[in-house]
């Protein structure tokens, strides 16, 4: 069957043959996945998981810049708190608890799931490809979980993804934010296969083509299969940063505290850029938010993956009440000054106490409790 379109407007779903598609559609915001389209993409996955003439689930965003750069912050800034102000705890318990049950459904879905990562993948977006069976990154793939820079943490399962890195890779990324290529991603076990950017049309035509099956896990070899046969060569593919630097990032984060970690980043004074503008970020980033990285990965090391994303949905819903997120945000979105007014404004004033209340879930049930 021939591609059929089945709707505008922030997500378009279309089908070739036994090949399901969806495609987040806010290209002049970069595909940032708001409320709506977390709502549309979850009951749409639950209609083709019911559906018995659909094999595979394809998943990408409009245009060639990026398949998603995150969630709805600004929506988020809205309904979150300054400091000093008292919280409501509905909107951002709504969303958060939607964006990670839909992530949740991806992680455990039993059809094959295809991400196309091309672009610009972060936070929100990352959340929507982490999870699938088949993730692809390009050449143009940069990936990166800023949230220190906001006063957030590395969310939508990053308790999960980031501890499975090689090494203390994750730690070091959800300190810094610091941004990584497709290479990375492969090496970093956060992706897949890399395809030719600039073949993603030849990479629906081939999936469509292929012979599918009642049985999930045969047509889980076939979509393997295909992407494996359309690869980019190892020689024609971006160098990786993380490989490179592999090394020095474990020496850099071989610490017994997070203050010792912080101060041996922030110190880096070397030549090589992106080490430099890891270092930086993390030193204007919130004091707060390396605290709950530390601690997350901790408590997240030996939990299930639904007990990751409870303890995540408090973890949200509490930092977007702390005053931290909104001044993150206004800092650099709202006003742009860049120049955030962090209270407390260091690393070393943040109480065990403060971090301790971020992890308390601030509902007498869980809304995610069902997983």
Same mark, same amino acid.
């Given at each position: 069957m021939d591609q059929l379109k089945m709707g505008e407007g922030p997500l378009l779903f279309s089908r070739r043959g036994a090949l399901a598609t969806a495609t987040l559609n806010l290209p002049k915001a970069l595909n940032a996945l708001n409320l709506e389209m977390?709502?549309?993409?979850?009951?749409? %996955?639950?209609?083709?998981?019911?559906?018995?003439?659909?094999?595979?689930?394809? /998943?990408?965003?409009? !245009?060639?810049?990026? %398949?998603?750069?995150?969630?709805? &912050?600004?929506?988020?800034?809205?309904?979150?708190?300054?400091?000093?102000? #008292?919280?409501?705890? $509905?909107? #951002? #318990?709504?969303?958060?608890?939607?964006?990670?049950?839909?992530d949740y459904k991806i992680h455990t879905y039993r059809k094959p /799931? &295809?991400?196309?990562? !091309?672009?610009?993948?972060? !936070?929100?977006?990352?959340?929507?490809?982490?999870?699938a069976s088949h993730r692809i990154v390009t050449e143009t793939t940069r990936l990166a979980m800023p949230e220190v820079t906001i006063g957030l943490f590395p969310d939508v399962g990053g308790s999960w993804f980031l501890n499975r890195m090689p090494g203390r890779l994750g730690l070091f990324l959800g300190l810094t934010g610091a941004q990584f290529n497709?290479?990375?991603?492969? *090496?970093? !076990?956060?992706?897949?296969?890399?395809?030719?950017?600039?073949?993603?049309? #030849?990479? +629906?035509? $081939?999936?469509?083509? +292929?012979? *599918? *099956? $009642?049985?999930?896990?045969?047509?889980?070899?076939? &979509?393997?299969?295909? +992407?494996?046969?359309?690869? +980019?060569p190892p020689e024609e593919q971006p160098q990786s940063n993380l490989r490179a630097h592999y090394d020095q990032i474990q020496q850099l984060t071989d610490f017994a505290t997070l203050p010792e970690v912080c101060r041996a980043i922030t110190a880096y004074k070397g030549e090589d850029k992106w080490l430099q503008k890891a270092a930086a970020t993390l030193a204007g980033g919130s004091p707060l938010t390396p605290w709950i990285v530390w601690e997350q990965l901790r408590r997240g090391r030996h939990l299930s993956l639904a007990e990751v994303f409870r303890m995540e949905l408090a973890l949200a819903v509490n930092l977007c009440a702390s005053g931290h997120f909104r001044e993150g945000v206004r800092a650099l979105l709202i006003d742009k000054d860049r120049q955030p007014q962090w209270q407390p404004a260091t690393l070393e004033e943040i109480s065990t106490e403060a971090v301790d209340c971020c992890f308390e879930a601030p509902w007498a049930e869980n809304p995610l409790s069902d997983l």
């Open positions: 977390i709502e549309q993409l979850s009951l749409k %996955l639950d209609e083709w998981a019911e559906d018995d003439s659909v094999a595979v689930v394809w /998943i990408d965003g409009s !245009g060639d810049k990026a %398949l998603c750069a995150g969630g709805d &912050v600004v929506a988020l800034y809205r309904e979150s708190a300054a400091y000093g102000e #008292t919280p409501d705890y $509905a909107f #951002t #318990t709504g969303f958060f608890s939607r964006e990670y049950r839909l /799931i &295809v991400v196309w990562g !091309g672009g610009i993948v972060m !936070g929100g977006g990352i959340g929507i490809m982490a999870g497709g290479a990375d991603a492969l *090496f970093a !076990g956060m992706a897949d296969r890399m395809l030719p950017g600039d073949r993603r049309e #030849t990479v +629906l035509v $081939a999936l469509s083509g +292929l012979e *599918f *099956f $009642a049985d999930s896990e045969r047509n889980h070899r076939q &979509v393997s299969d295909c +992407l494996k046969r359309l690869q +980019l």
